[in-house]
T-cell receptor, first 114, second 111 residues
Framework: KAGVTQTPRYLIKTRGQQVTLSCSPISGHRSVSWYQQTPGQGLQFLFEYFSETQRNKGNFPGRFSGRQFSNSRSEMNVSTLELGDSALYLC?????????????FGPGTRLTVL | QQQVKQSPQSLIVQKGGISIINCAYENTAFDYFPWYQQFPGKGPALLIAIRPDVSEKKEGRFTISFNKSAKQFSLHIMDSQPGDSATYFCAAAISGYALNFGKGTSLLVTP
């Protein structure tokens, strides 16, 4: 079974631009979560989608948004990029939304903001 | 603020030794405590997880010890191998909500 895939793997943008990252969950998984990973703050939760609805949201500004499609694929968007948005963005999927179901992480998208 | 505190930040262990990583939490509502392993260029992968109704869980060379009264839990890696060299993250969650991660421990196992 294919794992979680994220595209693109690497991205370079400049301040003020916007970016869209894509995540394809494992087949049959309906929950998709996004995390931001930085050396200083570690792994921080952005949001979770389940059956096209946002279930949970972390403490990030409104510039960070996401959505989930009917096939469970998810996108996250960051508008008006800031230097501090440079990070590894990880997507994780699980079968359902219950916490005890194992989350499977993708390899991440490395975003660099210049 | 960081809801899960992890230590040490880095750890060097000789092959065959025991690696111990500790985590502490404040929120007594947490009821799920997983450990993740991350290799460079990869996303984190679940290693082992525990719920607060047990004090210890073992899977192969990996053991979680859980102390509910102290609000602490730890990962023990027995007979550490060079292939275990990676970054380890503890996490905690309330059922149905997101994982709160510790800041990670970089483990190096020397031959």
């Amino acid at each position: 079974k294919a794992g979680v895939t994220q595209t693109p793997r690497y991205l370079i943008k400049t301040r003020g631009q916007q970016v869209t990252l894509s995540c394809s969950p494992i087949s049959g998984h309906r929950s998709v979560s996004w995390y931001q990973q930085t050396p200083g703050q570690g792994l921080q939760f952005l949001f979770e989608y389940f059956s096209e609805t946002q279930r949970n949201k972390g403490n990030f500004p409104g510039r960070f948004s996401g959505r989930q499609f009917s096939n469970s694929r998810s996108e996250m968007n960051v508008s008006t990029l800031e230097l501090g948005d440079s990070a590894l963005y990880l997507c994780a999927s699980r079968v359902r939304g219950e916490t005890y179901n194992e989350q499977f992480f993708g390899p991440g998208t490395r975003l660099t903001v210049l | 603020q960081q809801q899960v505190k992890q230590s040490p930040q880095s750890l060097i262990v000789q092959k065959g030794g025991i690696s111990i990583i500790n985590c502490a939490y404040e929120n007594t509502a947490f009821d799920y405590f997983p450990w993740y392993q991350q290799f460079p260029g990869k996303g984190p992968a679940l290693l082992i997880a525990i719920r607060p109704d047990v004090s210890e869980k073992k899977e192969g060379r990996f053991t979680i010890s859980f102390n509910k009264s102290a609000k602490q839990f730890s990962l023990h890696i027995m007979d550490s191998q060079p292939g275990d060299s990676a970054t380890y993250f503890c996490a905690a969650a309330i059922s149905g909500y997101a994982l709160n991660f510790g800041k990670g421990t970089s483990l190096l196992v020397t031959p």
